[in-house]
């Protein structure tokens, strides 16, 4: 294991004791993210294989059944729920969900986000506000029209509508960009520009070794020292001191915050308090796990004292993270469904 994060062993029991949600290593969970769908309208070679199966309807986890999971979650400390997929604005209810999940509010919720591509988003970006979403992270690899549209296959014009369209709504807005050496590492500047003129909060990403393995190679990494690097002529750049937030965050000019989520380069699993569940009912503990925990029979049988126990032995138990070993997950189910 990485000297970078050693086991707390003398103070953590051998079995979860806490009411709240707590691993092995100290770290509690705050924050859990639910994909909604597999689907996505988007074809990112990051995210997306070649020829995705969709799941079938019957398979995913109702709004009802989500609602109750969230809600036990809630209870076990949970204070940052965020919506993804594939793309969750292609779930339809999802206005009403996002109702639902504001009246956890009362019970210690605190937050309530979405990712998107906001290829959608100008249509729905009122409503959401309305019901109750505090803020949305779309993902913006280019805004160049055609490396834009050679990497998503869709034109970029909708997307920018959707940004406009949330601006006006009054929604928090983050620009999410996974650079790769090949296809958008010369937009870090223009990028960044454009972000910042916009007063558009930006989110570099390094490429991480999450799906199609095979296509994903060390020299395709732009690191967090080679995106500073570049900025460095164009603004003064000052690094802020880290949180549990997963970026590493840098004032730029004074007066604008650029993040780096550098898991290849600088690995942050020593804080990670995130969870995941996939539209078919698996926690995940880690992006980088192999196998998730089932949960949907428990959710529909309705045995909740079973699932709590479920979930906090399942928590309990999550490993260090990529930090430990390094390497790609070797699993059935992909990003777009896993939910980033």
């Known amino acids: 294991?990485?000297?970078?994060?050693?086991?707390?062993?003398?103070?953590?029991?051998?079995?979860?004791?806490?009411?709240?949600?707590?691993?092995?290593?100290?770290?509690?969970?705050?924050?859990?993210?639910?994909?909604?769908?597999?689907?996505?309208?988007?074809?990112?070679?990051?995210?997306?294989?070649?020829h995705p199966e969709w799941l079938a309807k019957k398979d995913l986890l109702s709004f009802d059944e989500l609602l109750k999971f969230c809600r036990i979650m809630v209870s076990l400390g949970i204070e940052h729920i965020r919506l993804t997929g594939g793309e969750p604005l292609m779930r339809q209810g999802i206005v009403s969900f996002i109702k639902d999940l504001h009246l956890l509010k009362r019970l210690g919720l605190k937050r309530i986000s979405m990712t998107s591509n906001a290829f959608y988003l100008k249509k729905y970006a009122t409503e959401l506000k309305l019901a109750g979403l505090d803020d949305i992270n779309i993902s913006l690899d280019s805004i160049q029209p055609d490396i834009f549209f050679n990497m998503t296959k869709k034109a970029i014009g909708p997307v920018l509508d959707g940004i406009g369209a949330a601006q006006k709504a009054g929604l928090k807005i983050k620009i999410n960009?996974?650079?790769?050496?090949?296809?958008?590492?010369?937009?870090?500047?223009?990028?960044?520009k454009w972000a910042y003129q916009q007063r558009l909060p930006l989110r570099?990403?390094?490429y991480m070794p999450l799906d199609q393995v095979e296509h994903w190679k060390l020299d395709k990494v732009i690191t967090e020292n080679q995106i500073i690097q570049q900025l460095q002529p164009h603004f003064q750049i000052k690094k802020i001191q880290r949180t549990n937030d997963p970026a590493t965050i840098y004032q730029l000019n004074d007066d604008y915050e650029l993040g780096v989520i550098s898991t290849i380069s600088k690995p942050f699993c020593q804080s990670c308090d995130r969870l995941r569940l996939t539209s078919t009912g698996e926690l995940f503990t880690c992006l980088f796990a192999n196998t998730g925990t089932p949960l949907r029979s428990l959710l529909r049988l309705?045995?909740?004292?079973?699932?709590?126990?479920t979930i906090k032995q399942a928590v309990w138990y999550k490993k260090a993270?990529?930090?430990?070993?390094?390497?790609?997950?070797?699993?059935?189910?992909?990003?777009?469904?896993?939910?980033?």
Not at 321 to 340: C, L, Y
Request: aromatic content about 8%; glycine content about 6%; hydrophobic content about 35%.
């Open 302 to 309: 309705g045995q909740e004292n079973f699932l709590l126990a």
């Open 204 to 206: 570099f990403i390094e």
């Open 177 to 192: 960009c996974v650079l790769l050496a090949d296809q958008n590492a010369n937009e870090i500047i223009q990028l960044t």
């Open 1 to 50: 294991m990485s000297e970078k994060f050693k086991l707390i062993s003398s103070s953590i029991p051998l079995e979860p004791q806490s009411t709240k949600l707590v691993d092995q290593f100290g770290r509690y969970k705050r924050k859990l993210r639910i994909s909604l769908t597999d689907r996505c309208n988007f074809r990112c070679e990051y995210c997306m294989p070649e």
């Open 321 to 340: 993270g990529f930090i430990a070993h390094q390497q790609a997950p070797v699993r059935k189910i992909s990003m777009h469904t896993i939910g980033g």
